[in-house]
């Protein structure tokens, strides 16, 4: 029996229920797999000459129904190569009939159902003869449709083979909400509660790989920069906790309007401390980057809402910015390190260097050097 799915980042799309494709991290389950074993066990039990698991387009779902199209996600059966990506309207077909009325049907004669489209057997050469079709329904929603074609050894499908399909759908749905389960989870645990960016844990676990990733290909530079906020504490203790936390719910916003989407990650290091990895930049360009934070921050109007208005919001407004050291795996520490001391030694130095600008003054980049010694590099408001 050969299986065969939709590639593995638009089923991931189509599976998530997102708008925007992700890859799957590499710890959550394997969609294409899961799917793979769903049919492979209904075939078991329903012996068929063909079957296929299709699922609507989350996209296309948000318009008119008239639009809404299924896809090919997994299927088996002559031909079937040839199916994964394949959309069918939902408004028309034996697939789009069950998906729209959230019913379980059987056809034993195809070809008497006006509903029935050869679009599937002119794609695959395959010819159908009856069909049972379950909907996939997850939380009241139906999401898909699974259909088994051709009843093997004998002529037609059965009620109670119908029957046994719905249970076949029941798991899948079940399976579907499981992983997405396991996504929002893993998702979850990736994330700092109060900002949204990725919290100091995966921090580790991301740093470690990026660093292995930059010892195999050495030609492109690993920078990490340290940043934390300059008078902070004033901020708490003149407005309260309940302000402060607003204030580094901003920064969050701000870093990453600024901070490029590729090749970064960014993270809480923890209370007012941030921390970025750039694994496709060279020191220059994160210096660049690093000094862009430190105009923005400081133009930034921290207490422009009124969180306790009666106290006045304009005492504190030019106060906030940001000390900002940054360390190289290139310039500053080589390769001769192993990954735990290579990354020991990044935040070690980078956060060296955030010091060397709080000691300088505050407001201001300092870059780490490889004898230890920090060298300052006061940002220019200009720049």
Request: proline share 3%; glycine share 6%.
């Amino acid at each position: 029996m050969r299986l065969h799915t939709l590639g593995k980042e638009q089923l991931n799309r189509l599976l998530s229920r997102e708008r925007q494709s992700k890859q799957p991290d590499e710890n959550t389950p394997a969609l294409d797999l899961i799917l793979k074993e769903v049919l492979k066990k209904a075939n078991q039990f329903v012996p068929s000459e063909a079957g296929s698991i299709l699922l609507d387009d989350p996209i296309r779902k948000k318009g008119e129904t008239t639009f809404q199209e299924l896809v090919f996600v997994a299927c088996f059966g002559t031909g079937s190569s040839n199916l994964p990506g394949m959309k069918l309207a939902v408004n028309s077909g034996v697939a789009g009939r069950s998906y729209l009325s959230a019913q379980a049907y059987l056809y034993k004669d195809i070809h008497e159902d006006k509903t029935f489209l050869a679009k599937r057997d002119q794609v695959s050469r395959f010819k159908t003869r009856s069909i049972i079709c379950a909907p996939i329904i997850i939380e009241s929603s139906v999401c898909g449709v699974i259909e088994m074609i051709n009843r093997k050894e004998k002529n037609n499908f059965s009620e109670k083979e119908l029957h046994l399909l719905e249970i076949f759908a029941g798991y899948t749905s079940t399976l579907i909400q499981n992983v997405l389960f396991a996504r929002t989870h893993l998702e979850m645990s990736k994330q700092d509660g109060l900002t949204g960016l990725f919290n100091d844990r995966y921090f580790y676990v991301k740093l470690d790989q990026d660093i292995r990733q930059a010892k195999k290909r050495r030609e492109q530079d690993l920078i990490l920069l340290f940043a934390d906020l300059d008078h902070f504490k004033e901020v708490n203790d003149n407005f309260g906790h309940l302000c402060g936390s607003r204030v580094l719910q901003d920064v969050a916003r701000i870093l990453k309007e600024i901070v490029p989407k590729k090749g970064t990650t960014i993270a809480r290091y923890g209370g007012d401390e941030f921390i970025i990895i750039f694994n496709e930049a060279s020191l220059s360009e994160a210096e660049q980057v690093a000094r862009a934070i430190c105009t923005a921050i400081k133009k930034f109007e921290v207490l422009s809402r009124p969180y306790l208005p009666e106290r006045g919001p304009k005492g504190f407004i030019e106060k906030l910015t940001f000390s900002i050291g940054l360390s190289s795996l290139q310039t500053h520490i080589g390769y001769t390190y192993s990954r735990s001391e290579t990354r020991q030694l990044l935040i070690k130095k980078a956060d060296a260097a955030m010091y060397c600008a709080k000691t300088n003054g505050k407001d201001r980049v300092c870059l780490a050097t490889p004898e230890g010694l920090e060298r300052d590099n006061e940002v220019d408001d200009s720049a």
